[in-house]
């Protein structure tokens, strides 16, 4: 599998807005769940999202269920994370992974995943 790409992050006020995207060049996306994670300085990484290759079926993690939706359009081959409601605690560098681990709340990479992209930042700030 290739390393997908994240793009889309940047800085934001609190109570703003950012819509992610997690692209899979050379490849496609459609048949495979995908998983967002997140890492802030300091932090372990954390899973926050993942959403099954058919779109229907979808998790979240991390207390953003309220203000974050995952979708995909496999058409276009691309995964979005759609944050709204930005809190400064939100900051951190976002990633994207393939075939993720998702039973309810618990959002874990596949075991032994290593292909990770270079993430993209989302800063909240004021």
């Known amino acids: 599998q290739v390393q997908l790409v994240e793009s889309g992050g940047g800085l934001v006020q609190p109570g703003g807005s950012l819509r992610l995207s997690c692209s899979a060049p050379g490849s496609t996306l459609a048949n495979s769940a995908i998983g967002w994670f997140r890492q802030a300085p300091g932090k372990d990484r954390e899973g926050i999202s993942c959403i099954s290759s058919s779109g229907r079926n979808k998790h979240y993690g991390g207390g953003v269920e309220d203000r974050f939706t995952v979708s995909r359009d496999n058409g276009k081959n691309v995964v979005y994370l759609q944050m709204n409601s930005l809190k400064p605690e939100d900051t951190a560098v976002y990633y994207c992974?393939?075939?993720?681990?998702?039973?309810?709340?618990?959002?874990?990479?596949?075991?032994?995943?290593?292909?990770w992209g270079r993430g993209t930042q989302v800063t909240v700030s004021s």
């Open positions: 992974a393939w075939e993720p681990v998702c039973m309810g709340t618990r959002i874990d990479p596949r075991p032994g995943y290593f292909n």
